[in-house]
């Protein structure tokens, strides 16, 4: 799968825009288009929050304040985008088959984010989002934030977690966290781009799968790919935890995995490695459910 579109919401945060910019690092390395989407709050929502217990000559007031303001939101962020865009010598076009190489364009629109993100994100090669931060020990997440398990259940395409300390920069030495899974191949698949071109690559296995992982070593080297292997001790630790350890060891700078390969309602129960990721992992992260 090449990897020519790179979708980003941007929803005026820093972590948003921190976000573009390793979209740009990817971008630039494949030749890549950016879509910039911004999702402006629908005024039908902000009354579905609690507008309609105010009179209705009120409420109609508030509506169209509300939508004002979204408008104008939205004009500061494009103007911030394209000086992100003049920043990195990007050029601005929305014109598929134009001159090759990197281009992004500013998408906006009203409407759930959920099903916005999952509209366009369908549509493109990577998703690229922030992780959500801890500050005072809270979990702080923006509606793109909260959208990031929607965007990877529905839109079936890798996403691309950036996490707060990341260096905007490209990266050439990567992990992948194996266990068998259907997502784990998926994964595998969608970012063979990136494998082929990595000076080094390590596979991350349980124990219980270091035999059998010489099927996938031989598989990637058909692609001309050389990994390593290394084992994953969790010693009742978690595991997410213990691969993170494990990237750190071998030097790792990305990790891919497959998300959620468990069911989803265990998922939101009890944890899982995908949830400890997605708020834990200290280097770039590609999920595929």
Same mark, same amino acid.
Not at 110 to 117: M, N, T, Y
Not at 126 to 132: D, E, F, G, N
Not at 182 to 191: N, Q, Y
């Given at each position: 799968m090449a990897i020519k579109t790179i979708l980003v919401p941007i929803d005026g945060s820093e972590e948003s825009f921190a976000a573009f910019d390793r979209a740009v690092v990817v971008?630039?390395?494949?030749?890549? #288009?950016?879509?910039?989407?911004?999702?402006m709050l629908r005024s039908s929502d902000i009354a579905a929050a609690g507008l309609y217990n105010l009179p209705a000559r009120f409420r109609?007031?508030?509506?169209? *304040? +509300?939508?004002?303001?979204a408008v104008e939101r939205a004009a500061e962020l494009q103007q911030e985008f394209e000086a #992100?865009?003049?920043? #990195?010598?990007?050029?601005?076009?929305?014109?598929?088959?134009?001159?090759?190489?990197l281009t992004a364009a500013w998408l906006q629109e009203?409407? #759930?984010?959920? *099903?916005? =993100?999952t509209h366009h994100g369908? +549509?493109?090669?990577?998703?690229?989002?922030?992780?959500?931060r801890f500050r005072e020990g809270t979990l702080h997440r923006s509606p793109m934030?909260?959208?990031? *398990? +929607?965007?990877? =259940?529905?839109?079936?395409?890798?996403?691309?977690?950036? !996490?707060?300390?990341? =260096?905007a920069r490209r990266y050439d030495r990567a992990a992948i966290?194996?266990?068998?899974?259907?997502?784990?191949?998926?994964?595998?698949?969608?970012?063979? !781009?990136? =494998?082929?071109?990595?000076k080094q690559v390590t596979?991350?296995?349980a124990k219980k799968l270091e035999e059998s992982v010489k099927t996938l070593v031989e598989y990637l080297a058909w692609h001309g790919v050389k990994a390593d292997v290394a084992t994953l001790n969790r010693k009742g630790r978690p595991t997410g935890e213990c691969l993170l350890r494990v990237c750190s060891e071998v030097g790792a700078e990305f990790l891919i995995v497959g998300g959620f390969s468990h069911s989803r309602a265990s998922q939101l129960l009890f944890g899982g490695v995908t949830q400890y990721l997605m708020t834990e992992s200290n280097i770039v992260t590609i999920m595929v459910h």
């Open positions: 971008a630039d390395r494949f030749g890549s #288009h950016i879509k910039a989407l911004h999702v109609k007031e508030a509506q169209i *304040e +509300a939508d004002r303001v #992100h865009c003049s920043t #990195h010598n990007i050029r601005i076009s929305d014109q598929p088959g134009g001159q090759p190489g009203s409407g #759930h984010v959920d *099903e916005v =993100l369908r +549509a493109s090669d990577v998703i690229a989002v922030s992780r959500p934030g909260q959208a990031i *398990e +929607a965007i990877m =259940l529905r839109t079936g395409r890798p996403v691309l977690i950036n !996490p707060p300390e990341s =260096l966290g194996w266990n068998d899974s259907v997502e784990c191949s998926r994964a595998l698949a969608m970012t063979m !781009p990136w =494998l082929v071109e990595m596979i991350i296995v």
